[in-house]
Nanobody, 115 residues
Framework: QVQLVESGGGLVQPGGSLRLSCAAS????????MGWYRQAPGKERELVAAITSGESTNYADSVKGRFTISRDNAKKMVYLQMNSLKPEDTAVYYC?????????WGKGTLVTVSS
């Protein structure tokens, strides 16, 4: 069983920054891709950013140039640095990892961008 715990969410003013972290624990032989998704009220969950085991990255157009995803394989962690935050970035952010035995989700962390 794999557990994912996100942290780092909160309330921030427009233009501000936050850094999300996600820690994976449990019996993990290998983690393939790791990613961050978000779900705003009344909207479907969407991919924000993903990073492969080879550290290739992929971003949603709406966050390119503002968000940066990174991972620490030794610590089994993935991070999302979010800069120049906008009100439309308000959402619950979920961590996702892909392993040889399936994908796993965290419970999410709320990010609210408001003045």
């Amino acid at each position: 069983q794999v557990q994912l715990v996100e942290s780092g969410g909160g309330l921030v003013q427009p233009g501000g920054s936050l850094r999300l972290s996600c820690a994976a624990s449990g019996i993990i032989i290998r983690i393939n891709a790791m990613g961050w998704y978000r779900q705003a009220p009344g909207k479907e969950r969407e991919l924000v950013a993903a990073i492969t085991s080879g550290e290739s990255t992929n971003y949603a157009d709406s966050v390119k140039g503002r968000f940066t995803i990174s991972r620490d394989n030794a610590k089994k962690m993935v991070y999302l640095q979010m800069n120049s935050l906008k009100p439309e970035d308000t959402a619950v952010y979920y961590c996702n990892v892909d392993t040889p035995y399936g994908g796993y989700w965290g419970k999410g962390t709320l990010v609210t961008v408001s003045s």
